[in-house]
C-alpha cells in the first residue's frame, strides 16, 4: 500500500507563511513526479505546483512568486513553502505522486490550510 503522508497544515493569518511536507516509501519518490494540489468548498480540486524526478518546476499563476515546490531526495519528501498567504488560498491541500511511464497515481489525505483576514 502506497502512502503519501502531509503534515504541515494549519491556521494562519493573512501574510503569514506555512511550508507543507509529504514524505513517501523510496521505492516511490525515486521514481514518481509530484504535485500539490488544493480544493476550496465547492471548487474543483487545481494543480499548485509541481516538480519532476529530476528536479523541473512549475506552478500556478495565483502562486507564482509566493509559493516553492521543492523536493529532499534523501528525505524521499516534498515541500511546498507558502509565503504571503491570502484567505483565497484557503483549501484542502493533497499531495499527488505520480510514477514515472506509468499509468499509476497516487494522492495523500489532505492536510487543511486556513488562512484568516
Known amino acids: 500500500q502506497v502512502q503519501l503522508v502531509e503534515s504541515g497544515g494549519g491556521l494562519v493569518q493573512a501574510g503569514g507563511s506555512l511550508r507543507l511536507s509529504c514524505a513517501t516509501s523510496k521505492s516511490i519518490f525515486s521514481i514518481a513526479d509530484m504535485a500539490w494540489y488544493r480544493q476550496a468548498p465547492g471548487k474543483q480540486r487545481e494543480l499548485v505546483a509541481r516538480i519532476t524526478s529530476g528536479g523541473t518546476t512549475n506552478s500556478a499563476d495565483s502562486v507564482k512568486g509566493r509559493f516553492t515546490i521543492s523536493r529532499d531526495n534523501a528525505k524521499n519528501t516534498v515541500y511546498l513553502q507558502m509565503n504571503s498567504l491570502k484567505p483565497e488560498d484557503t483549501a484542502v491541500y493533497y499531495c499527488?505522486?505520480?510514477?514515472?511511464?506509468?499509468?499509476?497515481?497516487?494522492w495523500g489525505q489532505g492536510t487543511q490550510v486556513t488562512v484568516s483576514s
Open positions: 499527488y505522486a505520480r510514477i514515472l511511464f506509468s499509468t499509476r497515481e497516487y
